[in-house]
């Protein structure tokens, strides 16, 4: 018998030993510090993490438990990487950094991706997985030529801030409303989370992120 074997089935006779309520007991407290671990690491993103302003579109679905929500795709949620620096290859689940500056509108702009996260730098860095990554074919008439006459490389980006909870029945108003008109405050953490923090409608706020 193996040692990991043996010391697993040790255990399992020592909790078979333990009152029902104290097992009980025990598990709530374990899944009760793991909601609170994760509760106060949000928290501190929200409290500590740097402020940058993101450009949405919002689609309508909705949460009959939780009420409405919205699906937030950003700007930044499509990157063509022959307009950004760093890498430019990316498969579906990579992890991806994307490096943010503002934009004339005050908005956060993409300047680059990588596979890791680069070395510290002024600008914001927002972590993220690939969803998909494929050939963008340039269409007649575009603006924006691509760099190579075969098509564009894009890549779809997920960064976890891609829902958001809303009163219930004020999901679809905000579905409606012009694109152009909202935007989020997210807070990014040292280590490139974010968690949403306001959303913001003409430039006033609609919405506010409780810390807990």
Same mark, same amino acid.
């Given at each position: 018998m193996s040692r990991r074997l043996a010391e697993r089935l040790s255990l399992d006779r020592l909790a078979a030993r333990l009152p029902a309520g104290l097992r009980y007991a025990l598990c709530f407290l374990v899944l009760g510090g793991l909601l609170a671990t994760m509760i106060g690491h949000r928290a501190m993103i929200?409290?500590?993490?740097?402020?940058?302003?993101?450009?949405?579109?919002?689609?309508?679905?909705?949460d009959l438990f939780r009420g409405d929500y919205v699906i937030l795709?950003?700007?930044?949620s499509e990157l063509r990487l022959?307009?950004?620096?760093?890498?430019?290859?990316?498969?579906? @689940?990579?992890? /991806?950094?994307? &490096?943010?500056?503002?934009?004339?509108?005050?908005? *956060? #702009?993409a300047i680059?991706?990588?596979?890791?996260?680069?070395?510290?730098a002024p600008d914001t860095v927002l972590q993220g997985q690939v969803a998909y990554s494929g050939q963008h074919a340039r269409l007649p008439g575009e603006r924006e030529g691509c760099a190579s006459t075969a098509g564009c490389v894009i890549v779809g980006v997920d960064y976890g801030i891609e829902s958001y909870f809303v009163p219930e029945?004020? @999901?679809?108003? /905000?579905?409606? &409303?012009?694109?152009?008109?909202?935007?989020?405050? *997210? #807070?990014?953490?040292a280590s490139g989370e974010a968690a949403i923090k306001r959303l913001m409608l003409d430039g006033r706020m609609l919405y506010t992120e409780p810390l807990y």
């Open positions: 929200l409290r500590n993490g740097t402020e940058v302003r993101l450009a949405i579109v919002p689609v309508d679905p909705r795709t950003y700007d930044i022959d307009r950004i620096a760093g890498d430019k290859a990316f498969r579906r @689940g990579d992890p /991806i950094f994307v &490096t943010l500056r503002p934009g004339p509108d005050g908005r *956060a #702009a680059a991706a990588h596979r890791r996260a680069p070395a510290a029945g004020e @999901g679809r108003a /905000i579905e409606t &409303t012009e694109k152009s008109r909202l935007e989020v405050v *997210a #807070a990014v953490s």
